[in-house]
């Protein structure tokens, strides 16, 4: 029996769209109202498009559909394959009318809607994501770009999309690494606003290996929830959204530090959010018993719990010098004030941090 559709809203003030979460919608005519204007390109990668490109192409009919396919993989997240979508726009002729749709995970989701941000100035695209880390975080909030070799998204915009929409069918095709990747992002949400949300994981994570439908449709709408009411509070990044960052600062070092692509984006955060843990407990806030808490739930979905063998602590000083976050050259971290309570602060110790890496670099 297939679950009812949900919706949620961002609202951004001024103006709102829709997250529209359930099973089945690629391929559904209804997708095309989200589209404004006559003309669409696709942007999809070229393992998503075997399996889905088809069922996109059909959700838009009375509308001239493109579409341009990307090479697979975090390591193209750059201006070279960036280009290829500027690339299809321009040979196409396509106009300011025109609506992109991202079509696939976070990488095409983060540089398809650069390209919408950026092509001719500005037009208007929509979020069609096809993993779990996707559709949960990366397709909700607006933040697009691409990595540079120094340093992870470090060129990109605020452009948020008209719509958001996500059909929990495609799930159904994710390899089991890019599940547990998504879970980090998932875990996220209920370690740094929402304790009910992290007792719930920690009683329905096995059914969520397990791809138990209801349940995780209930983890996506509650993630997108959580997402939602933050970008809605603080859409640029002035204050409270840099939350959504816990684990990322160190998660960020690991995927620089290793190349983009060799470890997964969840798996980097997963990893970071048990240092933020450490250095949280060493800082006072938590208890053994509390990182003890988070390390078992990362384990049960999965992930990893240490950083990469060969990175030491001076690889991670460097790399995070240059974290977004930092202001007048002090590191800024998310870090736990309980669980459920995550704060940004420049207040922790050196010495703390100086142990935190030592005990996880190995
Ligand atoms: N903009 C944001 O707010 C935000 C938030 C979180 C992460 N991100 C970014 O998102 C990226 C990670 O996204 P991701 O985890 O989705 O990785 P991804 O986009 O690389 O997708 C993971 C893999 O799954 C494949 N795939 C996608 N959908 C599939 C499906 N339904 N069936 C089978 N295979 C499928 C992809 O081709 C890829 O090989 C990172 O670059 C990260 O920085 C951005
Ligand atoms: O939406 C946000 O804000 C986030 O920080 C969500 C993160 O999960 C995501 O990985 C984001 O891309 C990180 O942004 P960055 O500004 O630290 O590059
Ligand atoms: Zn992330």
Redesign the pocket.
């Known amino acids: 029996m297939p679950e009812a559709r949900r919706e949620l809203r961002v609202d951004l003030g001024e103006r709102s769209y829709p997250i529209v979460i359930g099973q089945g919608l690629l391929g559904k005519e209804d997708l095309a109202s989200f589209a404004p204007g006559d003309r669409v390109l696709i942007v999809t990668?070229?393992?998503?498009a075997p399996?889905?490109l088809e069922r996109a192409q059909a959700s838009f009919p009375g509308k001239q559909v493109d579409s341009v396919i990307l090479p697979?993989?975090?390591r193209y997240?750059n201006w070279e394959t960036l280009n290829l979508i500027f690339d299809a726009l321009l040979e196409k002729k396509h106009t300011r009318k025109t609506t992109l749709v991202a079509l696939?995970?976070?990488?095409?989701?983060?540089m398809a809607?650069f390209a919408a941000a950026t092509y001719q100035r500005g037009v208007n695209f929509i979020q069609i994501?096809?993993?779990?880390?996707?559709q949960v975080?990366?397709?909700?909030?607006?933040?697009?770009?691409i990595?540079h070799p120094l340093g992870?998204?470090m060129i990109?915009a605020f452009h948020q999309p008209q719509a958001v929409l996500i059909d929990t069918d495609?799930?159904?095709?994710?390899?089991s690494s890019?599940m547990s990747?998504?879970l980090a992002?998932v875990i996220k949400y209920g370690l740094i606003r929402d304790i009910e949300f992290l007792k719930w994981l920690e009683t329905n994570i096995d059914r969520l290996n397990d791809r138990d439908s209801r349940v995780l449709s209930e983890a996506i709408f509650r993630s997108c929830a959580c997402?939602a009411d933050v970008v809605a509070v603080d859409e640029r990044e002035g204050g409270l959204r840099a939350i959504?960052n816990l684990g990322h600062t160190f998660g960020?070092a690991i995927?620089t530090h290793t190349g983009?692509?060799s470890w997964?984006?969840?798996e980097a955060?997963s990893t970071g959010m048990l240092m933020a843990a450490d250095l949280s407990r060493r800082s006072g806030s938590l208890a053994d018993a509390d990182v003890e808490r988070v390390q078992v739930l990362l384990e049960r979905a999965r992930l990893p719990l240490v950083p990469p063998a060969g990175m030491t602590p001076q690889h991670f000083m460097t790399l995070m010098a240059v974290d977004k976050k930092n202001v007048d050259g002090s590191l800024r971290l998310v870090l736990l004030e309980s669980l459920g309570k995550a704060v940004v602060t420049s207040s922790f110790r050196n010495e703390d941090l100086h142990d935190t890496l030592a005990h996880f670099c190995h």
């Open positions: 990668n070229a393992s998503v399996l889905y697979d993989g975090e997240k696939g995970g976070g990488v095409v989701g983060d809607g994501p096809t993993t779990l880390l996707s975080d990366s397709s909700v909030g607006g933040k697009t770009g990595n992870k998204n990109g495609t799930l159904s095709t994710l390899p890019e990747a998504g992002e997402k959504l960020h995927e983009y692509g997964l984006h969840g955060v």
